[in-house]
């Protein structure tokens, strides 16, 4: 045996079964809260809002929404997927396996980038009641979706394994994402802002990713496709070698 | 019989700077049930971890059946079952879903036979599809063993497999452990419990302080370390030992009443012919007489407490 694809599958299978147990939370939450964004910024104040480089306002926010509840559900899942076996102690049973590290990271991280997959396609086609969406670019849009979501649930992943409680689990969603996504574009057009803000926005790496998305649907963004692109991509490898790392040492997993 | 698992001076130094074990070496045979004995914080667990992967060792080596742990880490790993200590299960899965998990896990193919005996044989067939929180701690315990053995382990470990566990469970984990036995697997059992080395070990280890201080079978370890004893009930009480007994390793008790012989269990000559001819040459009578024999807790006890060290190492 070199490669344990059965311990990939079971773990994978287990953390999927979690995310159908506990569909309403996974799945439904979401749905309703971006349901509540689209009500209030899409159809309240949207109406009264001008088209935002062509693009109707409520059709404007719609990749931004999905970005959002993606960045906080692929952490949150990458994150709890192996933050609880640690807190339980069930972990024990993954160290005294015969799966490599790469293995255990693949499918931690593939199942939590699969709900968040589902979770913003679902919001894509709850979005869409409300407001009729052209995707310019539907291949790179979905690339846009499964990279950004591995990339976070990879981040969330090392959050889990860092993290020594569930105030810490939630801190740095909170605290660091959350207001990175608000003030990365979500609602707006970064060109929107003063000069002075929108150079300022451009330190946050946020806004390459939802330019990037938005960009996959409508054609126009705030910073070049490829620039967008890149900051994934740099972002991604910069969390794949800290997984690297932490298994290279065993940081926080074995004595 | 050949060693399955072959630990040489294996060493572990915690980050904390806690030496948990001095250079230690250990063969286990192949089949056989074999005990860590030693208090809390002896090393037991530490050692136990290592061998399974949950802890890095700071030197040393082990192999199991011939494959070093951390470079054949797929093929060590696999043969090995690991009962924690500590109570850990996922709460929310049913029973028969965690524990066909655990067989996935360990990378072999669905079995739904296999696992039904495993339950079966645990008593937890009739509660496969209760969710593990609505259990009781024994139940808990039982499905952290249908877990190990969920991927056919050829090595069992159960770390304090009987720790606040109810007499009825005790006693069915020890004849749980007698049928894996017959079927060829081999135990390794730590636990702090006495007599359930007594009761099952083939062989016995004593660690203390990160060092084994002593492996041996264990019939022989209880003779070879056992005291014999013979208490003589007198019928006139004295106050010292008359010294025509000088030649026995005697001792009054219970205010003079009674007189306490010692001897070697292991020796041909007990004494006690000679010493109860004395006696009557001496004139002092009993009422009655019996002879205990030390268990393995005053062994260990011993072992444990003393500053020189009987029984080396073989």
Known sequence: MSFNARGIWAIYCFEMARFTRTIWQSLVTPVITTSLYFVVFGSAIGSRMSDVNGVPYAAFIVPGLIMMALFTESIFNGSFGIYFPKFTGTIYELLSAPISYGEAVLAYVGAAATKSVVLGLVILGTASLFVPIHILHPVLMLGFLILISVTFSLFGFILGIWADGFEQLNVVPMLVVTPMTFLGGAFYSIDMLPAGWRTVALFNPVVYLISGFRWAFFGASDVAVILSLSTTLVFFFACLTVVAWIFKTGYRLKN | ?314
């Open chain 2, 1 to 314: 019989m050949s060693a399955i698992i072959s630990i040489s001076n294996l060493t572990k130094i915690y980050k904390s700077g806690l030496q948990a074990l001095k250079p230690v070496s250990l063969d286990i045979k192949k089949g056989e049930i074999f005990a860590l004995l030693g208090p809390n914080g002896a090393g037991k667990t530490t050692m136990i971890s290592i061998v399974c992967g949950l802890v890095t060792p700071s030197g040393g080596t082990v192999t199991v059946d011939g494959h070093d742990i951390l470079k054949d880490y797929r093929i060590t790993r696999s043969k090995i079952g690991l009962v924690p200590q500590e109570l850990t299960t996922a709460s929310f899965e049913t029973v028969l879903a965690t524990v066909t998990f655990s067989r996935g896990l360990f990378g072999k193919p669905a079995n739904p036979a296999h696992i039904e005996k495993v339950l079966r044989d645990l008593s937890l067939w009739d509660k496969r599809h209760s969710k593990i929180t609505t259990l009781s701690g024994g139940m808990k315990r039982r499905v952290l063993i249908a877990k190990a053995l969920a991927h056919e382990p050829e090595i069992l470990f159960l770390d304090e497999p009987t720790a606040g566990v109810d007499v009825e469970l005790r006693r069915d984990m020890w004849a749980m452990v007698r049928t894996l036995r017959a079927q060829g697997v081999t135990i390794i059992l730590t636990t702090h419990y006495i007599d359930e080395a007594e009761e099952m070990a083939d062989r016995i280890g004593v660690i203390t302080k990160g060092e084994l201080i002593v492996v041996e079978e264990k019939t022989a370890l209880m003779q070879k370390l056992g005291k014999k004893e013979l208490s003589l009930q007198l019928q006139e009480p004295m106050t010292v030992v008359p010294a025509g007994l000088s030649d026995w390793n005697v001792a009054l008790k219970s205010d003079g009443h009674e007189l306490l012989y010692t001897f070697d269990a292991h020796t041909e000559e007990t004494g006690i012919p000679a010493l109860l001819k004395r006696m009557s040459e001496l004139g002092i009578g009993f009422k009655d007489l019996k002879t205990s024999q030390s268990s393995l807790e005053d062994i260990f006890v011993s072992l444990v407490h003393s500053d020189s060290q009987p029984g080396a190492q073989p």
